[in-house]
Every structure is written in C-alpha cells, then in structure tokens.
C-alpha cells in the first residue's frame, strides 16, 4: 500500500530556505511566473463581464402527459399532426430539448421515464463533476429544496466542471509539453476555462483557437492545420476544395524551437511571412497564395519586422517566434477561424458536439428539432455555451431513467447509460475511500522532464516550481508521484499524446491491474487496504459478530457511501445470505466488510450511470 500514501511536498519542504527563496525568486520575473506560466492569444480576450447574464430560461419546465392518442408502433413513423402542433404550443415549455421533443414525443402520445432525484444527481455530478457525488453531496447539493434549475446552476459554478471541460478540450488539441511549448497549453486552458465561465462566447472561442499556437505547432504543413480545424467545428472532414483554400489562410504559420530561459529549448508555432514584397505590403504575384475565396474574400498577410525576426539561426532566419505577435496581429491571425465561424454548422456542431457528450448517442439527427431549438438558444444567450449545457442538464430527455424495458424503439423515450471515464472512476474512490493517490495533470503530460532523474539538463528551480505548482505531486525523493498516472493511464485516461489520445476499454475493470488495484484498495488477502473506519458503520467495532442484521447494516452504509442509495429488497436479501453462509462461522464485521467494499467497487454501478 505504499504507493497510496504518498504526500504533496510543497516548495521549501526538501530544498531547505535557500531552495525556497530561489523558488520564490523565480516567481517574481515579469512574464516568468512557475505557478502561471500561460502565454498566448487566450490572454488577449475573455477579460471582461460575462456574455450572458446567467439567467437561462428552460429549467423550471413541468414534465407533460402524453396527450391521449395511440402512440405509434415500432418501427411506425411519427406524425405531427395540427393537433399535436396544438397540443405542444399550448404546454408553455421554454427548455429548447423539451420544446424540440415534444412533437416526437408528449404529442405524438409517447411517454419519457423521469428519473429519481439521486440517480439524476448522480448522473449529473458524473456528467458536470467528472466524479460521482458523496452522499453529503445528494442531500446538500441536489436537496429538495432547491429547484432543478438551481442545481445545474450550482454545478456548473464549480471549478471541477471548468477542470471536466478544460480535459475534453486537451483530448481534442493533445496536449504535450514535448510538441508543444506547454506556455500555450496553459494559455489554451486558460481559455477553455474562460468559454466555460462564460466570459468567451463561442464564435470567439473558435476564432482565438482556430489560429492557436497549441494546434499550429501540433500539424505540420496549411492543409492539415486546415482539415484539423475544419474538422473540429464543422464536424466533418473538408472537401479537397475546402481543405486547399483554407490552408491558403494558413501559409503563415511555420513550426520552429525557441529558447526558454529557465527550461531551454521548446517547440513553439513561428510566423514566416509569406505573400509579402520586400517592402512588406502584399504582393501582387503571390499574394493568392495567402487568399482564401471559398467563403467570399479574404486575404491574410503580415509585415516583417526585422526587429522581431530571428538571425541566428540559420534554419528559423527570417521567421517570428509567435510569442512576439501584437494583439492585433493576432486578431488578424484569427481570420480563418472567423470565416469557419460564419457557417451555419459551426453552431449546430457546437450542439452536436454537447449532446454527444451528455446524451451519447446522436438525439440531434434523431430529432432535428431539438438540434434547431439548441441554435436558436444558444444565440439568443449571446453565444454562452454554459447555457447550453445548461439546456441539457435541465431537458426531460437527460432526466430519464435507463432501466426496464422500452415499448418502443425510440431512443429518446429512456436516458442515457454511459461509462465514467478513468479519471471519474478514480477520483470516485479518492473521495469516499480517502486513498492517498496523486494527480494528473493533462496541461503538462511530461513532467518528468522538469524534476527528477530523467529531467533535462537546462531544468532547475524553475522548473522544478512549473511542476509543484501544477496538479503533479512531487515526493520526498524529488520525483513526480506516478501512482495516479500509471493506473489510469492504463486504463485510457490521462494520455500523454504522443501520437494518439484517450481510449475507452469495454469495461474499466477488465483488466487485471485494475481488480488488483480494487483488491489491494479494500484490504484483500494480504493486503492492509483502507482502514476499516470508512467501511463500518459509526459504533460497529470490527470484531463484532456478524449477523444478518448486522451485514444489511454494513452494507448499506457502504452502499450508501459508494453508491449513493439505500439497498433494495433484493440486496438485504443477499446480505442475510450472505451472513448466513459466511465461513469459518461465527464470522465477524471485518470479514464481511472487506470483501462486500469489493463487489461494489467493482460493480457496474460504479462504472456505468
């Protein structure tokens, strides 16, 4: 169990007080800051109030009866009629989903399934959180006396939706310090985190990302850059004419080294400036290189400045480290992420990409109506994309129960059911079990190559305070704490992004490392595991004598903890069985208590929700 108890060790605590100060004095460079290092175009936007004022409409609406007609048979095609179109204007909802649904479902005679208040607090703290919730989290948090509305509210005020979503976001660029000057990584992130603060509206967001350092530094030649964003927030790969004449807009951009001064050499995005006579103004012979037509006109061009242009290195002469652009040189760079933003798909990707993520399946080309009712919100609120979450959260088509059978073959009738990620899972069994595990800190994959033995040569305090102020643990020995890492790396989740990214497996717990993990967590065979206090009722001493009525009291407290919910009929039925069948008789609370943690951690309540 040694790997589940190391600690954070913080600046100071092995370099002594000299190791401090010169930590401390590297924090105090202009610029240079260890526990801020973000730099880049995400710093020049998002300063000011939100876009939107936070007051979404759609979150009090009163879940409607179907209206009194035979619903249609699988496999039948839904019909509208000039009733049902009467029939759902006159229901007065204002959520965009129940609005959009309504013809192919309430009026049509179709019936959704609500879901309990736990079981969509749980779904939603799986959702919004990226972990399922403590049980102190189901009573407070998703209390009765809040409304819906609130609740979703409340959540998506958390830092950890921002930390759910600046994840998915560095799924989709990959991150990786040793691709990328990790200085942009954290300028992305930083943005991500204004978008979903709502200090970002969307079509910014992709105009400022669209041109990113992180993602031109990461593709090598215009057409990839351009296929990679095209891709992104139109949701399709281009056709070769598209992919041709946006990368004109993407000649500038060139991938070169620039020297840190505290970590030495990082790869970083460079500006060659194409297009240009020796006079700096557009030339006329090559400036279509450099000219997007596709969507009207538009050219992008740059004027050198031989004070900013490198000249001693032969390879990058002539070129601008990226780091140099003016604010309005940056905002002329972000040309061809305007132009995509201009489509009319990039909203209604914008809504696909949102209802992939909470829904998992795609209810928008199911029901085209709901994927028009998301646009039409999502402008209205300014281009906030937290009200489209928002939207989601609060839709009787999320708050819908997956279990039983479906009288029909309508996806949209019954909720979703997904798999956590890794990160999720893990984080999970941090809170309710108390496991001393570390962190992961997807904004630097490597940072291993700032402390410890394999760091690299130009890497000192610095560097050292980059990674200490990040997410990574740092251990008594000057070594990152891989225990996080190493286990949910094997199961897909904090990529490295070396080439590709995450991946799901099946099932999370399909693998051995993983069950041994669980087994070694809950105190299996040898193992000591967590200490018996978190397993055991509060008054029920180890050494007690099981009975039945004691193993249904363990295992509800432990469900209770893990899960979130009392046990039914059937669960106090197999703890007095269990009780009844434990051997060598008389068992006591200890020997029940190990290995019931085990069948619920490892359960696929724990994995799917």
């Known amino acids: 169990m040694r790997r589940l108890r190391q600690r954070r060790v ?54 409607p009866l179907p209206r009194e007609v035979t619903p249609p048979a699988p496999g039948e095609a839904l019909d509208c009629s000039a009733d049902c179109q009467a029939y759902c204007d006159g229901l007065g909802l204002r959520n965009p989903i129940n609005v959009g649904l309504c013809r192919s479902a309430w009026g049509v ?67 990786n310090n040793r691709a990328v000057n990790f200085e942009r990584a954290y300028d992305m992130d930083e943005l991500v985190g204004k978008a979903y603060r709502g200090r970002v509206a969307w079509d910014l967001f992709a105009a400022v990302t669209a041109s990113h350092p992180v993602v ?40 070169g080294y620039w020297t840190h001064p505290h970590v030495g050499v990082v790869p970083d995005a460079f500006i060659d400036f194409r297009c240009v006579d020796a006079d700096g103004r557009a030339d006329p012979e090559t400036v279509g290189e450099c000219t997007s037509t596709q969507w009207g006109y538009h050219e992008l061009t740059l004027t050198p400045d031989s004070k900013r242009q490198v000249t001693d290195d032969e390879e990058q002469e ?43 399946y795609d209810l928008g080309n199911a029901v085209p109506e709901v994927r028009h009712e998301l646009v039409r919100y999502l402008l209205a609120q300014n281009g906030d994309i937290r009200a489209l979450h928002f939207a989601i959260g609060t839709s009787f088509a999320y708050l819908q129960s997956s279990e039983g059978a479906s009288a029909t073959d309508l996806r949209w009738t019954y909720g979703p059911l997904k798999q956590i990620q890794v990160e999720g899972w893990i984080d999970t069994l941090k809170n309710t079990t108390g496991v001393g595990l570390a962190q992961c800190d997807h904004r630097l994959p490597h940072p291993d190559d700032y402390v410890g033995e394999d760091a690299l040569e130009e890497a000192g305090g610095w560097a050292y305070a980059l990674v200490n102020f990040s997410r990574w643990d740092i251990g008594e020995d000057r070594e990152v704490v891989t225990d996080y890492r190493n286990l949910a790396r094997t199961l897909g989740g904090c990529p490295s992004n070396e080439v ?4 799901t497996t099946v099932s999370v717990l ?100």
């Open 109 to 175: 005679g179709l019936a959704l399934r609500p879901v309990d208040r736990a079981q969509a607090c749980r779904r939603l703290y799986a959702d919004f959180v990226g972990r399922f919730p403590t049980p102190t989290e189901i009573m407070e948090t998703c209390s009765a006396d809040r409304t819906w509305g609130e609740v979703v509210k409340a959540v998506i005020d958390t830092d950890e939706f921002l930390l759910v979503n600046q994840r998915r976001w560095a799924d989709e660029l990959l991150y």
């Open 510 to 609: 399909n693998t051995a490392v993983q069950e041994a993990f669980v087994a070694e967590l809950c105190g299996i065979g040898d193992e000591r595991g967590i200490e018996l206090s978190r397993l055991l009722p509060e008054g029920v001493q180890p050494s007690s004598a099981l009975d039945p009525a004691l193993a249904r009291q363990i295992l509800a407290h432990q469900q209770r903890l893990f899960l979130g919910r009392s046990l039914s009929e059937t669960e106090q039925a197999l703890a007095d069985e269990a009780a009844q069948s434990c051997t060598p008789a008389p068992c006591d609370a200890q020997t029940f208590a190990r290995p019931a943690c085990f069948a619920l951690l490892s359960s696929s309540e724990m994995l799917f929700y």
């Open 10 to 63: 913080r600046p100071g605590a092995w370099l002594g007080v000299g190791g401090a100060l010169l930590l401390a004095s590297c924090g105090n460079v202009e610029g240079m800051d260890p526990a801020d290092p973000a730099r880049g175009p995400g710093q020049l936007v998002g300063n000011g109030d939100p876009v939107s004022d936070g007051n979404w409409p759609g979150g009090d609406d009163v879940m």
């Open 216 to 255: 031109m530094r990461r593709h090598d030649t215009p057409g990839d850059r351009a296929e990679f964003v095209f891709k992104l927030f139109l949701g399709r790969p281009p056709y070769e004419a598209e992919r041709g004449d946006l990368a004109r807009l993407y000649r500038l951009w060139t991938n």
């Open 500 to 503: 590709g990214g995450r991946f």
């Open 318 to 360: 002539g070129t601008m480290w990226s780091g140099y652009l003016t604010a309005a040189e940056w905002e002329k760079l972000q040309l061809p992420g305007r132009v995509i933003a201009q489509q009319p798909a990039f909203w209604e990707t914008a809504v696909d990409d949102a209802i992939d993520q909470y829904f998992g």
